[in-house]
């Protein structure tokens, strides 16, 4: 009686294996991509620095290759995304209902839509905390940016808010599968607004008043429209 569960267990483990294979092999494809166009994308990330800042600089011989390999990497990530999302539905498919399937996609969609949002509006309120910070510098306390820190700061910045987008998906699927209710989601209202508040303080990494608040104002209006598509789903 045990040798069929442990063939089921050892199948899933083996299927789980092989999507694994097929999104580390997309990710290195995405990075080889990335590596080609990452001079003009070190270009692009340099904007947001203050002019004069613009210049950032690499304390060791290779330190602007890693830097490189650090974008590629990112942009190997992002590329590989829809395989990644695929590769997952794929793989919890089978032990999900028919009813549960139909709102896989939508909620696969959804959920690249928002961390490309996240990303670009991570991007966007770069300059904010760049400014914030850079603007402790004093006469005798000038900031010397290294590449690899300056590197890790914005793709950092950019992860946070794409991943902490994912958040109306998550909530959309435990409602869906009947977890969640709109009634219990509208009466955490309050504590949803607390939990946000403290999310967009902690996840930004750059301290300034600006990337916050842009951050927990993106997460509340996400929220309200999370709440409608829940009492639509359950009507």
Do not use: C
Not at 99 to 110: D, H, K
Not at 131 to 146: W, Y
Not at 206 to 233: A, C, H, K, Q, W
């Amino acid at each position: 009686m045990t040798e069929p569960a442990t063939m089921s267990i050892l199948q899933h483990l083996e299927e789980l294996r092989r999507r694994l294979i097929v999104v580390v092999i997309a990710i290195l494809i995405g990075a080889v991509v990335g590596f080609v166009v990452s001079g003009p994308v070190l270009d692009l990330l340099r904007r947001p620095l203050p002019e004069e800042y613009s210049t950032i600089y690499f304390t060791s011989p290779g330190g602007a290759l890693s830097a490189q390999f650090k974008i590629a990497g990112f942009i190997g990530i992002g590329l590989a995304i829809p395989i990644i999302f695929f590769e997952t539905w794929r793989f919890v498919t089978p032990g999900l209902t028919s009813r549960e399937r139909r709102i896989v996609w939508p909620l696969l969609i959804a959920s690249m839509v928002l961390f490309s949002l996240g990303v670009v509006i991570g991007f966007s309120v770069i300059p904010y905390a760049l400014n914030f910070l850079l603007g402790f510098a004093r006469d005798g306390v000038e900031p010397l940016l290294t590449i690899d820190e300056y590197i890790g700061f914005v793709t950092t910045m950019m992860l946070a808010f794409g991943l902490v987008l994912q958040f109306p998906v998550i909530l959309i699927g435990l409602a869906r599968t009947g977890i969640l209710s709109h009634k219990r989601l509208s009466a955490a209202r309050r504590s949803a607004i607390v939990a946000i508040t403290l999310f967009a303080i902690v996840l930004t990494p750059g301290g300034d008043p600006i990337s916050p608040l842009i951050l927990g104002g993106t997460m509340y209006l996400l929220f309200e429209f999370t709440l409608l598509i829940v009492r639509f789903i359950q009507r």
